[in-house]
Each structure stands twice: as C-alpha cells, then as structure tokens.
C-alpha cells in the first residue's frame, strides 16, 4: 500500500512538473542549406496572434520586438554571407526587429545567449530594412520560412517580412 501511494505522489509531482515546464510560445527551429551551401538555422519561440492586434497590442510598431517570445530568436549562418547586401561573418548571432506599418528594422546582434529583452544596440552586427507584405494566409503561431535560394521569410498573423541571405 505504501508503495502504491509513493507511486501515485511521485507521477502526480512529475505531471505537475511537466504542465508547468510547457511554454505558451513553444519553441521551433528551421534549418536550410541553400544553394550556395550555406546552412541556416533559426532557433525561436512562436508567439500566438490569439485575437490581438499585430503592431498595436503585440510586437509594437516602433519599438524593439525580440521577434519571437522568451529567450533572444538565435540566427546562425555556417559560412560568412552576405544579408540584403551587407557582410556577415559566420556564427550565431540573435535576432530583432522594429516592427512598422511600411517598413521594418530588422537587427542581427552579436549577443545570441541571452534573454530576448536584454537587447543591447551596441552589439549589432548590421541593421537592414524591410518592407513587410500582406501573407497568402493568415498564420496565428509566428513562423519562419528559409527557401534553398537564401530567402528568409517571417510569417505572423496577415503580416510578412523577407530578406535574402546570400
């Protein structure tokens, strides 16, 4: 008997665990090699549109997004490359964006393991803008996209941003 109620404490304590390890934002990652041979890999969290409105109530037009959710969104490219006509060394670095109705700002920083709210502006590798796009279709979890040709595309909600890694 004793060991039947050790049994049950135990898994019950365990599903505790488990229930609140899991994320609202789970964690994803997409990796391509391009045509060029340069793997890249972008480790992230997908938030979830859940009824609010992109650039007002969530990833703010005009202010810094962690782009993702939880830790910093990690970018890694395998061979240095060349990021909408700007140079990149090989390595990891993390990712940010300023979000905008007309135009983005998206930021790769050297600071890769880190929170995504420790966002340092000294430590940017490069600085580029996008224009975002109406998506195909509307995406509730953030998603990224890597095509063999070296196009990155994030996809969140109605919105879409692309840049080119070459």
């Known amino acids: 008997m004793k060991?039947?109620?050790v049994l049950l404490l135990m898994t019950g304590l365990f599903s505790g665990f488990t229930a609140c390890a899991q994320r609202p934002s789970p964690a994803a990652k997409v990796s391509e090699t391009t045509s060029a041979g340069v793997k890249i890999s972008i480790d992230y969290s997908q938030p979830g549109v859940k009824g609010r409105t992109i650039g007002k109530e969530i990833a703010t037009y005009g202010k810094v997004w962690r782009?993702?959710?939880n830790e910093a969104t990690v970018f890694e490219v395998s061979k240095a490359v060349k990021v909408e006509g700007k140079?990149?060394?090989a390595g990891k670095y993390s990712l940010y964006t300023i979000p905008g109705e007309n135009q983005w700002t998206v930021m790769i920083n050297?600071?890769?393991n880190q929170s995504g709210t420790e966002y340092d502006q000294a430590q940017d590798a490069m600085r580029f803008t996008v224009k975002p796009v109406k998506s195909a279709s509307f995406t509730e979890r953030m998603t990224f996209k890597i095509a063999k040709s070296g196009l990155v595309s994030l996809i969140w909600g109605d919105h879409q941003i692309n840049f080119n890694v070459k």
């Open 3 to 5: 060991k039947l109620f």
């Open 67 to 69: 782009t993702g959710a």
């Open 87 to 89: 140079s990149l060394p």
């Open 110 to 112: 050297k600071s890769w």
